[in-house]
């Protein structure tokens, strides 16, 4: 496998994880299972029925809390470390084969890959919870679910689009952090200099 695609199913999956952990593991599970794609031989440990199962029923239950409000915010708060691990956990199963040096740097991108989307994800959820009505949040967490199927689909079949799009959402993920950032350190300023006259 080049390393275009390995690198496309790498930060594809692992971005994936950050949104919906469990999904994109069943994803991973079913593909291999039966042969969607043809793919590399270390795909096959996600071939568990057991793996496979335990994903199907932890996605069930996440794609009803995330359309309960605020039940939606206390789930991502439990998977703050779940999903950059799954995210890490994924992207050296992706890889294969490969020295331990490799390994951990591999980890450490598909985790902070998974952290940069789950964070994102938590932020967008909590500010639909201040809304009265709940169907932001139900709008929000089924264009989260087809997203993850979407970016899936592309990880298995596409890997080159999957890595432009994760590469294109992280740059976005960047930006809007960076901007948020200074706003905030703006606002803090005024208010101090606003408490000091």
């Not at 009803?64 to 956990?89: C, E, M, N, Q």
């Not at 994102?120 to 679910?145: C, H, M, Q, Y």
């Amino acid at each position: 496998m080049d390393l275009i695609t390995t690198l496309g199913r790498t930060l594809g999956f692992s971005f994936a994880a950050g949104v919906n952990l469990y999904a994109t593991v069943a994803m991973l599970g079913l593909a291999a299972k039966f042969g969607w794609v043809t793919l590399p031989a270390q795909f096959q440990a996600f071939n568990n029925d057991v793996v496979i199962g335990a994903a199907i029923v932890m996605y069930l239950v996440e794609f009803f809390a995330d359309k309960i409000p605020y039940v939606d915010s206390l789930w991502d708060v439990i998977h703050t470390a779940i999903r950059p691990v799954g995210g890490a956990l994924i992207a050296v199963t992706t890889l294969g084969q490969a020295s331990p040096g490799t390994q951990a740097l591999v980890g450490l991108l598909g985790g902070a890959v998974a952290a940069s989307s789950h964070l994102t994800k938590t932020s967008t959820r909590a500010a639909a919870n201040v809304s009265p009505e709940p169907f932001s949040n139900w709008i929000l967490s089924l264009g989260e679910d087809a997203f993850v199927v979407g970016l899936g689909y592309l990880a298995l079949k596409h890997p080159l689009a999957a890595l432009i799009v994760a590469a294109v959402l992280l740059a976005l993920i960047a930006v809007f952090a960076t901007v948020i950032i200074r706003t905030v350190r703006r606002w803090f300023h005024r208010r101090r200099a606003a408490l000091h006259s």
